[in-house]
């Protein structure tokens, strides 16, 4: 009974910005970590940033120092600020939480995913 919604998606032109959003509904009783993901066609999902519970943050070294992301706890949300976006960076984005739907039963859930394209 939780889903994960994704949103902030679009087409931007490299160097351009943009915030992907993800909020969780459901029966939610805590979330550990909150992490994003990316999938280009043809390849692996990959792990771009992750946070936890207690605010420490992990990036994938091809986007430290342009991404940052944050959670608010009051929402159920996790964000991903993406800036100095590249062509490289054009992925289906993903979020990902471990939630537990009641103490202490919990699995990781995934969003469908949003589209982030960056061309000129």
């Known amino acids: 009974q939780v889903q994960l919604v994704e949103s902030g998606g679009g087409l931007v032109q490299p160097g351009g910005s943009l915030r992907l959003s993800c909020s969780a509904s459901?029966?939610?009783?805590?979330?550990?970590?909150m992490s994003w993901y990316h999938q280009a066609p043809g390849k692996e999902r990959e792990l771009v940033a992750t946070?936890?519970?207690?605010?420490?943050?992990n990036y994938a070294d091809s986007v430290k120092g342009r991404f940052t992301i944050s959670r608010d706890n009051t929402k159920n949300s996790v964000y991903l600020q993406m800036n100095s976006l590249k062509p490289e960076d054009t992925a289906v984005y993903y979020c990902?939480?471990?939630?537990?739907?009641?103490?202490?039963?919990?699995?990781?859930?995934w969003g469908r995913g949003t589209q982030v394209t960056v061309s000129s």
């Open positions: 990902n939480m471990g939630i537990h739907t009641r103490w202490p039963f919990g699995q990781n859930y």
């Open positions: 459901g029966t939610i009783f805590s979330i550990d970590a």
């Open positions: 946070i936890t519970s207690s605010g420490n943050t």
